[in-house]
């Protein structure tokens, strides 16, 4: 199994996946650490200097960032301009650590699907630290909510940026850390708190996958480097990759709120909103699609994990979907949207080659329009008094003019509205279903009209229908009002890269840009002609939105939820039952096997060793008894001690 | 003369001591009880120093007088400080240093 | 040996006395029969020094000590011969028939040899032969000796040496504390009841009468009701002088008052007799041994 190949004959690689041979990074590619070191020292300056940093500690928190996209884009750009062959460039920061069968460096590689993520982490992520700004204004906590942003940043531009799967490991265990401090951000409610360490146990379980992983490939292959890994691929047997495969998905499951560790997305909303935004949407969760097409030169040789995965994506599609038509919390809905959504990218990485250009776009076009719904969502809140219930809200579009608008981008480009950017990356990714299984294709087409009929109802009751802000209890009525300019500016840029990120498109680009990496696909023909396709997507989207229309436009929405209701509608309010799922086959079997356990250690290891300390102490208690003070009775033990020696002397004489 | 009867009268006496000592609660009479094993050791000394026909042992026994004369005026001094503090001359009531 | 043959037996049952008597005083005696005893035997063993030193330092001078403290402690319930450890005594027992036993089959077993006797190592004096070895070889043993007496009457003095911690208490604080105790618990002020006197024997031992007849426990010495030596002044006893006043050549004035008195005392003494009675069960433990003596 650990007969290795020469590098050498890897070259004819376009069917088991893409040959890592980065060139040492010089010139402007040099500066590719200070992506990562400027927001790590910008989060590590505001966690140490604690209140001094108070003041200004939210504006550099966003010059951090601010500063790693303008570095990231001068590298893209400047990588735009190299050779084909020359885009990928790596970087030996300082050896991490040598034993005696591996070295692990400190090492970074900069390829052009690391270019694009590093462009919407920095930019998207820019963009919401300063819509930030606006919206923790009035939190007392605000420096801190940057250093973690800051934080997060840092992390996730070493997962992206890393040249080995251990440096990968590092960033994903960072995001995992910023997560779970911003989620847990508002820590005085029990419901952040809890949700919190939801995600973070969740998330765990999706880390032991990766970290299996890893230990299979240092045992199979002596090394977590992507160069050595790809180069090697046909040196491990199939079970093995498949193996592997399999412990990534696992790992890409937890961190991507994938089916079956879907559960914690839809809590991890109690953090505050920017934070679902920038983690729970547009950057955090999709770092298990890109560890999978990271990986592609594993999976390509991994059948059956690529199958799987595949499986895993069209589930979590409708899944998502589903509870996103029933949810009136708007950001658990736009939550459901988005592990829907992830589903989608997913399944385009399950797709192999020919899905993995796809999928990535995916992933951009939904970081701009997710995270701008997300900013919007929080728009609302923030002019709604922090309510989340979208029975509450209604006829918003006139208060709200540019939320309104910019929302209405992003919605348009989910739902795939021809010529917005959601139009062009979902119409692919559905259009290479079909060419892969027509199953799976029908699976994602009915998943489009889902996404269109629950983001028409999402629409429909926060923006049009009739005003409930009212409540008829308390009398309290908030009085929406348009965000600041602050909040409003990342909107309107969100809202733009929403409505033209499907320019990436023209002319293949992002296909031949990204083939370097993922290899080049043959083009298949899918079974009825691309255009007639997307005549039927488009189409199916319409019929979403039309019923959307009918069931939630055209009726009086109550304020309070029905509760006569069909049984899928419970389901879907109950996330599927995906907790209590959780709880029947995880929770309660490792609840009574560690009430056996600790009952053992109770009663038998315990009793074991307290039987010991029972019988010695029960011995002393009875030995104790012949110190009971009276000098006579030590005479008497002497006397027997000295007859007992005559005796003995006595007998030995005799 | 013999020597048995004078070591088996030594004998019989330091017995009769030692579970004076034992039965014996006034510590003044188990003091005396410690005199008299002391003194039937020195009737077998000086009675082994006649059978030897060696003055050794009736230096040993003066030994012994001396130590016992000192070790009586000790032991009696404690044993007043202890009725001092105690109002009691019985071995039994000091016993506190027990379980 | 025949002095051996006599002395022996007394010995033994000298010995024997001190585990049984009950007065630490008669086993002090006891001890006292012992050693001088043994004096003796010292002296048929050829050891004149010995003897004298017995006597000397042994009987007069030790055992003088252990009456001194047996005078300074005095009576208490230590001199009680009731077992309070369970077994204690059946242990004892058995350990030490168990060691003369032993003892006795042990030496028994054993060849003394012959006799070689003192006549050439006393030649020229018991005295002067000790003298020799004390000094000559055993010089250092015997300043080492010298040195243990010293320290144990330093350390003798030392234990019995009592600091005062508190100024001396002169008359005027003594008066004092007698009416701040009267002032707290009523304890009377004033001297204790002297005994009373009957002029039948000696009185100190007998408590007065209290008005109402009864005996007055305060008039007694604390000592003697210790060691039970207190006698009571019974009713018939007060009758029997009365009769006795009451006898012939007494007639004129006398009739009259034992007519007057009668009638009192031997109402007071029927209180005394029923008092006696009812505190008998308590008295028994302390004055209940001073009835059989």
Redesign the interface.
């Known amino acids: 199994m650990t007969e290795l190949h020469p590098a050498v004959t890897t070259l004819i690689t376009s069917a088991h996946g893409e040959t890592v041979v980065p060139s040492v990074a010089e010139g402007i590619y040099s500066l590719g650490w200070l992506i990562i070191a400027l927001p790590l020292a910008g989060a590590a300056l505001l966690l140490v200097g604690g209140r001094r940093t108070d003041r200004w500690g939210h504006l550099l928190g966003t010059a951090t960032a601010v500063g790693s996209f303008v570095i990231g884009l001068v590298m893209f750009i400047s990588l735009l301009g190299e050779d084909e062959g020359a885009r990928s460039q790596t970087q030996h920061l300082w050896t991490w650590f040598a034993t005696d069968s591996l070295d692990v460096g400190f090492d970074l590689l900069y390829d052009p699907l690391s270019s694009l993520f590093v462009l919407l982490i920095t930019g998207v992520g820019s963009l919401i630290h300063i819509y930030s700004i606006g919206y923790m204004a009035h939190d007392e906590r605000r420096r801190r909510f940057f250093a973690y942003l800051n934080l997060f940043i840092a992390a996730m531009l070493m997962l992206v940026l890393a040249g080995n799967y251990l440096g990968i490991f590092l960033g994903w265990e960072g995001v995992g850390l910023a997560s779970y401090l911003l989620i847990g951000f508002w820590q005085h409610k029990p419901s952040a708190a809890a949700a919190a360490k939801k995600a973070f146990v969740m998330n765990r379980v999706g880390d032991v996958g990766m970290s299996l992983a890893i230990y299979l490939m240092v045992v199979t292959f002596g090394s977590t480097a992507f160069t050595v890994i790809s180069a090697n691929n046909h040196g491990a047997s199939e079970a093995t990759m498949n193996a592997i495969g399999l412990l990534l998905l696992l790992g890409a499951c937890g961190k991507s709120a994938q089916v079956p560790l879907q559960g914690w997305l839809l809590d991890a909303m109690e953090g505050p909103t920017p934070v679902s935004a920038l983690i729970h949407a547009a950057t955090m969760v999709t770092a298990g699609v890109y560890l999978i097409i990271r990986s592609n030169f594993i999976f390509e040789n991994a059948p059956v994990a690529q199958t799987v995965v595949v499986i895993v994506a069209v589930v979590t599609l409708l899944w998502g979907a589903v509870i996103g038509c029933a949810k009136d919390d708007i950001k658990k809905a736009l939550a459901g949207s988005t592990m829907s959504q992830i589903g989608y990218m997913m399944l385009g990485a399950g797709l192999g080659v020919a899905g993995y250009a796809f999928a990535i776009f995916h992933l951009i076009t939904h970081g701009f329009f997710k995270a701008n719904m997300f900013l919007g969502a929080g728009s609302v809140m923030h002019g709604m008094d922090d309510d989340v219930n979208m029975r509450h809200y209604g006829a918003l579009n006139k208060v709200m003019p540019i939320t309104f608008l910019t929302f209405a981008m992003g919605y348009l480009a989910i739902i795939g509205f021809p010529g917005f950017s959601g139009f062009w990356s979902k119409d692919k990714l559905i259009e290479t279903a079909f060419v892969e299984n027509t199953w799976v294709g029908l699976a994602a087409l009915l998943g489009a009209g889902i996404t269109a009929f629950y983001m028409t109802r999402l629409m429909l009751m926060t923006f049009f229908t009739q005003k409930r802000w009212k409540d008829p209890e308390t009398g309290h009525e908030p009085h929406p009002h348009e965000s600041p300019a602050v909040m409003t500016v990342p909107l309107i840029v969100l809202g733009a890269l929403s409505v033209v990120g499907g320019i990436m498109l023209a002319g293949n680009w992002i296909v031949d840009f990204l083939a370097p990496v993922v290899g080049h696909a043959e083009h298949h023909e899918p079974p009825i002609p691309a255009l007639a396709l997307t005549a039927i997507i488009v189409a199916v989207v319409a019929v979403g939105v039309a019923i959307a229309w009918f069931t939630v436009g055209r009726q009086e929405v109550p304020r309070v939820a029905p509760q006569d209701v069909s049984p899928l509608t419970k389901a879907a309010r109950a996330d599927l039952y995906g907790d209590a799922i959780n709880d029947t086959l995880v929770v309660a079997p490792t609840m009574s096997l560690a009430r056996t356990l600790d009952s053992l250690d109770r009663h038998v290891i315990d009793g074991a060793v307290e039987g010991q300390g029972n019988a010695t102490s029960g011995l002393a208690e009875l030995l104790r008894k012949t110190q009971?003070g009276?000098v006579?009775?030590y005479a008497?033990s002497v006397?027997?001690g000295?007859?007992i020696l005559?005796?003995a002397?006595?007998a030995v004489?005799w | 003369?013999?020597?048995?009867?004078?070591?088996?009268?030594s004998?019989?006496?330091?017995?009769?001591?030692?579970?004076?000592v034992?039965?014996?609660?006034?510590?003044?009479?188990v003091?005396?009880?410690v005199?008299?094993m002391l003194?039937a050791s020195?009737?077998a000394l000086?009675?082994f120093?006649?059978?030897?026909?060696?003055?050794?042992g009736?230096?040993a026994?003066?030994?012994v007088?001396?130590?016992?004369?000192?070790?009586?005026?000790?032991g009696?001094?404690?044993?007043?400080?202890i009725?001092?503090t105690r109002?009691?001359?019985?071995?039994?009531?000091a016993s506190l240093l027990r379980f | 040996?025949t002095a051996?043959?006599i002395l022996?037996p007394i010995?033994?049952l000298a010995?024997?006395g001190?585990?049984f008597v009950r007065k630490?005083v008669h086993?002090?005696l006891l001890?006292a029969v012992?050693?001088v005893s043994?004096a003796v035997?010292?002296a048929g063993?050829?050891?004149p020094?010995?003897f004298a030193?017995?006597i000397i330092?042994?009987t007069g001078?030790?055992l003088m000590?252990?009456l001194f403290?047996?005078m300074?402690?005095g009576v208490?319930?230590?001199?009680?011969?009731v077992?309070?450890?369970k077994g204690?005594?059946f242990?004892?027992?058995v350990?030490?028939v168990?060691?003369?036993v032993?003892?006795?089959?042990?030496?028994?077993?054993v060849s003394?040899?012959t006799?070689?006797?003192?006549d050439?190592?006393?030649e020229g004096g018991?005295v002067e032969?000790?003298a020799d070895?004390?000094f000559s070889k055993?010089v250092f043993?015997f300043e080492v000796?010298s040195a243990?007496?010293i320290?144990?009457?330093l350390?003798?003095?030392l234990?019995?040496h009592?600091e005062r911690v508190t100024p001396k208490a002169g008359q005027r604080e003594q008066a004092e504390q007698r009416m701040r105790d009267y002032a707290a618990s009523g304890k009377h002020p004033g001297p204790l009841p002297a005994p009373g006197v009957y002029a039948r024997h000696n009185a100190v031992d007998t408590p007065a009468l209290l008005p109402d007849g009864s005996p007055s426990e305060a008039s007694i010495s604390r000592v003697l009701a210790a060691r039970g030596a207190v006698r009571t002044a019974r009713a018939d006893q007060v009758d029997e002088v009365v009769r006795q006043l009451a006898a012939p050549g007494a007639q004129t004035e006398v009739v009259d008052v034992p007519d007057l008195e009668g009638d009192e005392v031997t109402s007071a003494s029927d209180v005394a007799v029923g008092k006696s009675d009812a505190s008998e069960p308590g008295s028994d433990s302390t004055s209940g041994e001073g009835d059989r003596a």
């Open positions: 009971n009276y006579r009775s008497l006397l027997a000295a007859v005559a005796l002397l006595l004489n | 003369m013999e020597t048995e009867p004078y070591i088996l009268l004998a019989i006496l330091f017995t009769i001591g030692a579970v004076g034992l039965v014996r609660r006034n510590a003044i009479v003091f005396m009880c005199e008299l003194n020195n009737l000086v009675t120093a006649k059978a030897n026909g060696n003055l050794e009736q230096v026994a003066f030994f007088m001396v130590v016992a004369a000192a070790e009586v005026v000790v009696l001094a404690i044993i007043m400080t009725f001092r109002r009691s001359a019985s071995v039994d009531d | 040996m051996f043959w022996a010995m033994v010995a024997l001190i585990l630490a086993a002090a001890l012992v050693m043994l035997l010292y063993l050829d050891a020094f010995l030193v017995q330092v042994y001078a030790i000590l252990f403290v047996l300074l402690v208490d319930a230590s001199d009680s011969v077992e309070t450890i204690q005594r242990l004892a027992a350990l030490g168990l060691m003369v032993t003892l006795v089959v042990g030496l028994s077993q003394f040899g006799v070689v006797g003192l050439s190592a006393n018991n032969a000790l070895l004390l055993y043993a000796t243990l007496l320290t144990a009457a350390g003798a003095m234990l019995a009592r």
